[in-house]
């Protein structure tokens, strides 16, 4: 449906012959890579693309050889992570948000499941065993001698086929009532829901249900926030989350908001994919 826009165009024109867009995850040169290869992905993936468009296949291909070590992204070693590690991370996520076919990818989300699992053998999270999963998976201690937990946009992608049922419940259940949210992505409780509809912060409240949406035995979990959407549809029985959700990330899917009615309908369009993976889970 947005395939054809002026924004898949645009960062379709920027992709580099080898599938990238300069730096894969930090935008530190934007006069150079004005967007990142993650942000170009993030995008063209809420624009419809899939793993059948070539721009994708492309792309894939680029991260799949950085995986093997055959490639090598260009970003600076970020001394806050253990880079490594999280570079590998990073690329599995981004591969398995396209294909589930990818064997080294997989098994990052299936050493990522097993640390994540141990540190729920009890039901409830226990940070020392997590510390400690950690550690004995990488044969390292964590960068700094610290490691925060696993909810962020990376892990919380990567282990959501991975899981038995009630490991899986524990996790999701964690999720939910985790102080600061999904890093990355909403730094909220995702069990409060936003005080204001028409907002960004409402838009990235839905990206990080939309993220959890993929947990398919937790999902009717989520009901509250498909009635909280259905209550906030117009008069129209549509939805319009107004102009200030545009963040060229999340909207707008349209080439242009102009008219209120391309608004109205790039809301209803995502509003209502998601409400359909929660009730019919």
């Known amino acids: 449906m947005y395939k054809e826009t002026k924004w898949a165009r645009d960062i379709i024109a920027l992709q580099d012959e080898n599938g ?7 935008l530190s040169e934007p006069n150079k890579y004005p967007i990142t290869t993650e942000q170009a992905l993030r995008r063209l993936c809420f ?15 680029y991260m799949s050889d950085c995986l093997l070590g055959k490639s090598q992204i260009p970003d600076r070693r970020e001394k806050l ?33 097993k640390i ?17 999963a950690y550690t004995q998976t990488f044969d390292m201690k964590p960068t700094g001698g610290r490691l925060v937990d696993f909810v962020s946009f990376y892990q919380v992608s990567l282990i959501a086929d991975k899981l038995n049922n009630e490991t899986e419940n524990s996790v999701f259940d964690y999720i939910l009532n985790h102080d600061s949210g999904i890093y990355y992505v909403y730094d ?24 959890l949406s993929a ?8 009901e509250f926030v498909a009635d909280w959407l259905i209550n906030n549809r117009n008069e129209n029985g549509k939805w319009d989350m107004g102009s200030n959700v545009n963040d060229k990330v999340y909207f707008p899917l349209s080439n242009s908001w102009r008219r209120a009615e391309n608004r109205e ?13 929660i009730k019919h889970a």
């Not at 947990?215 to 989520?222: A, E, G, P, Q």
């Open 188 to 211: 909220r409780h995702l069990n409060t829901l936003p005080l204001i509809f028409k907002s960004k912060q409402a838009s990235r409240y839905i990206g990080a249900v939309e993220l």
């Open 265 to 277: 309908t790039d809301c209803t369009y995502r509003i209502q994919k998601l409400i359909s993976s």
């Open 116 to 132: 994540i699992s141990s540190a729920f053998t009890n039901r409830t999270y226990n940070h020392s065993e997590y510390v400690k």
């Open 20 to 26: 990238a867009w300069g730096y894969f995850h930090t």
């Open 47 to 61: 624009l419809g693309y899939t793993i059948d468009d070539e721009v994708i296949k492309i792309a894939v291909q």
């Open 81 to 113: 992570h253990d880079w490594d590690i999280f570079t590998n991370m990073m690329l599995s996520t981004w591969i398995r948000k396209f294909t589930k076919q990818n064997k080294q990818a997989n098994e990052t989300a299936e050493t990522w499941a």
């Open 215 to 222: 947990y398919r035995n937790s999902v009717l979990k989520l």
